[in-house]
């Protein structure tokens, strides 16, 4: 099935990403969103795009006039849908909010829409329903960043048709996308499967003061020659993040290591705005941090 018109759901974070990553391929795309105001600023978001998209893939003034050109927006989702082949979800990561849009969405889709969310940490599984055509429903999730992190995690649920999976990869493909098929449901899908793991050690080492931030990221990256340990992934992701996945781990088990990191994290690093490299500070300094220095492997 070849895909022409795309309809990305949220106009936030993600979403104007996909939207304009699709439409630098040349897909047709319309951007839905709740109304109008909030369309005004995912519109004011392809300047600063443009630039990324100039430093990091070259792209010249003709490339991006041409993905400006591809893009409209409306908060009509009758319309937004009207002629949509595939429409990609990136609504807040909110079970009921999910739930709801996909029911008013069933309500106006036409039938050949393929639907794809991109939910980071929800399974297709519980909207298959709400989606009211389980069989072309499936997760197609991309990561913050797209245009240079340009991994597609494509992730059916049991009753998704193989051809509508299949159809999805080839278009993560046709957008630049380094396409990563799971043959089945996994929370976290591939990558944060390996990730929080490896991140949640690192902070229970360091918790339970086996070892210094350093020492623990150091070892990490001399033994496997990983150009970053886990504390400098964790200052790219965000110390936030930590946060809240430790503190869902928190409040759902009562670990007392796990209370044990959400305190600490809360009081040195969240309370203090060291939030990692988007305030400059996380548990090393930007834009040199110590790890990246020529000595910190010896
Ligand atoms: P965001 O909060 O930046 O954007 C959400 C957008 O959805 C907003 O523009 C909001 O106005 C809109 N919205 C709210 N209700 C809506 C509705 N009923 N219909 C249409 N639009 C609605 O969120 P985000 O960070 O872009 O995340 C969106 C999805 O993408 C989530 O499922 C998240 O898990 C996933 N995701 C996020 C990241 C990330 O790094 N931010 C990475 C991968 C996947």
């Not at 991109?118 to 389980?134: H, I, K, V, W």
């Not at 509508?164 to 396409?179: C, L, N, P, S």
């Not at 946060?243 to 809360?266: E, H, S």
Request: net charge negative; hydrophobic share 40%.
């Amino acid at each position: 099935m070849n895909l022409k018109n795309i309809t990305i759901a949220g106009s936030g974070v993600l979403g104007f990403q996909i939207a304009m990553q699709a439409a630098f391929h040349g897909f047709q795309v319309i951007v839905y969103d709740i109304n109008d105001e909030v369309l005004e600023k995912a519109k004011s978001k392809f300047k600063t795009l443009s630039e990324s998209y100039t430093t990091d893939l070259k792209a010249s003034p003709e490339q991006l006039e041409n993905t400006f050109n591809h893009l409209s927006y409306t908060s009509d989702l009758a319309l937004a849908v009207k002629d949509a082949d595939l429409l990609i979800e990136a609504v807040p990561e909110n079970p009921q909010i999910k739930i709801d849009f996909y029911k008013k969405l069933a309500a106006v889709a036409p039938e050949k829409t393929i639907f794809a969310t991109n939910s980071s940490t929800l399974l297709p599984s519980q909207f298959a329903e709400a989606t009211g055509r389980p069989e072309k429903f499936l997760a197609l999730h991309f990561a913050n960043e797209i245009w240079k992190h340009n991994t597609a995690e494509i992730m059916g649920h049991s009753g998704t048709d193989q051809k509508v999976f299949d159809t999805v990869v080839q278009f993560a493909k046709a957008i630049g996308m380094v396409t990563l098929p799971l043959h089945k449901e996994q929370p976290g899908y591939i990558l944060n499967s390996l990730l929080v793991p490896l991140l949640s050690a690192a902070t229970d080492l360091l918790v339970n003061d086996i070892a210094d931030v350093e020492t623990i990221d150091k070892t990490w990256m001399v033994a496997t020659g990983a150009p970053t340990g886990p504390f400098g992934i964790l200052d790219v992701v965000g110390i936030t993040t930590a946060y809240n996945i430790n503190k869902i781990a928190a409040d759902a088990t009562g670990d007392p290591l796990k209370i044990k990191t959400v305190k600490f994290l809360k009081e040195n690093y969240i309370d203090q705005n060291k939030l990692g490299v988007s305030t400059g500070q996380g548990f090393y300094s930007y834009p040199d941090p110590e790890y990246l220095k020529k000595y910190f492997l010896k």
